[in-house]
């Protein structure tokens, strides 16, 4: 079995700075493209920002300059650091790896079970 860990999520007022982390454990043969997302209460989920194996990022418009998003390959793990958050930050983020199992196998997108993060003074 395949399992997304997020941590990171938290209250912080506006202006703060967090870091979400995402480790993929279980028998994994290779991760391609790992992300954020987010779902605020009435929205739709939408992607913050992707990373390839080989490090190349994007990012949604609402967030370019003040998120960024690193991976470490040894680690199976993804992070979000946000800075200058705002209150339209605020929703539940999910982390989400598209990763194969063995080889010569499709590669499918998998969850995390999402992590409250709250901008409010």
């Known amino acids: 079995q395949v399992h997304l860990v997020e941590s990171g999520g938290g209250l912080v007022q506006p202006g703060g700075s967090l870091r979400l982390s995402c480790a993929v454990s279980?028998?994994?043969?290779?991760?391609?493209?790992m992300g954020w997302y987010r779902q605020a209460p009435g929205k739709q989920r939408e992607l913050v920002a992707g990373i390839t194996s080989g490090g190349g990022a994007n990012y949604a418009d609402s967030v370019k300059g003040r998120f960024t998003i690193s991976r470490d390959n040894a680690k199976n793990t993804v992070y979000l650091q946000m800075n200058s958050l705002k209150s339209e930050d605020t929703a539940v983020y999910y982390c989400n790896a598209h990763l194969g199992l063995r080889p010569n196998m499709a590669f499918y997108d998998y969850w995390g079970q999402g992590t409250q993060v709250t901008v409010s003074s």
């Open positions: 279980g028998s994994i043969f290779s991760i391609n493209v």
